[in-house]
């Protein structure tokens, strides 16, 4: 089922000038250093000095996905990463933001877990399965190559009926390839030989707030619910 090319997307027009949003943002910031951060303060003066985040979330720059807001976590809760299309590519072929925060977060700051997080209506997917929109785009062009895998396995075995549902499985399996990716950085190899490391994968649905965990073990995509075993991607230890 063909996808809408996002360069043919008329957007809306701006609703604020550049000077409001701005101020917004400045204003927001005020907010909290006046009302949220006295509140608080015990807790930023622990982590001024050091952090132990509970978890790696590695997920799309969207501006729609908030993780703390997601999972209400707190300042010093988790090590993010933001790009693209939540993309983590292969080691040894870009060594750049993404897989030196994987290496620090692991060896610097002992996570025991890693998850990559995409989520519904990503405009990375949609450029994923229209590549002729990029053109303008070289450096994203580039960038979603380590997304590619996904495009290739839909088109190859899925007869989607609509574009939802081509946009639901392109970000599965766009999460499923960046797991596979993960596994091949030496630190979480490591790390997942010796039982030390548990990495996820999930779909953030941004207009129910449902999120669906990848399960190695039936190898689909099950709902995170209260009382259930959380699913789980990562590979049994053996050391």
């Not at 693209?84 to 060896?107: C, D, F, H, K, R």
């Not at 994923?128 to 580039?142: F, G, H, I, Q, R």
């Not at 075993?229 to 990562?234: L, R, S």
Request: hydrophobic share 40%; charged share 20%.
């Amino acid at each position: 089922m063909p996808v809408k090319d996002p360069s043919k997307v008329v957007p809306e027009a701006p609703a604020e000038s550049a000077d409001a949003a701005l101020k917004h943002i400045v204003d927001g910031f005020l907010r909290f250093h006046h009302d949220v951060f006295p509140e608080q303060q015990e807790l930023f003066k622990k982590l001024a000095t050091a952090q132990k985040p509970r978890a790696m979330f590695i997920t799309c720059a969207d501006s729609r996905i908030v993780p703390e807001l997601i999972t209400q976590s707190s300042p010093g809760d988790l090590f993010v990463t933001r790009n693209v299309g939540n993309v983590v590519p292969p080691y040894g072929q870009m060594n750049g933001g993404v897989s030196t925060a994987i290496e620090y977060a692991v060896l610097a700051l002992g996570v025991h877990h890693i998850i990559v997080c995409g989520h519904s209506d990503c405009g990375a997917m949609r450029a994923v399965l229209n590549p002729s929109s990029l053109e303008k785009m070289p450096t994203v062009k580039a960038w979603l190559r380590h997304a590619e895998v996904a495009r290739t396995v839909v088109e190859d075995n899925c007869s989607c009926g609509s574009e939802h549902e081509t946009m639901k499985v392109v970000t599965k399996e766009n999460v499923i390839a960046q797991l596979h990716h993960l596994r091949t950085h030496p630190s979480v190899a490591s790390r997942l030989a010796a039982g030390q490391l548990y990495i996820h994968g999930w779909i953030y649905d941004i207009e129910t707030s449902q999120i669906e965990a990848y399960d190695a073990a039936s190898d689909s995509f099950l709902p995170l619910t209260a009382g259930e075993p959380i699913p789980c991607a990562t590979p049994r230890g053996r050391y």
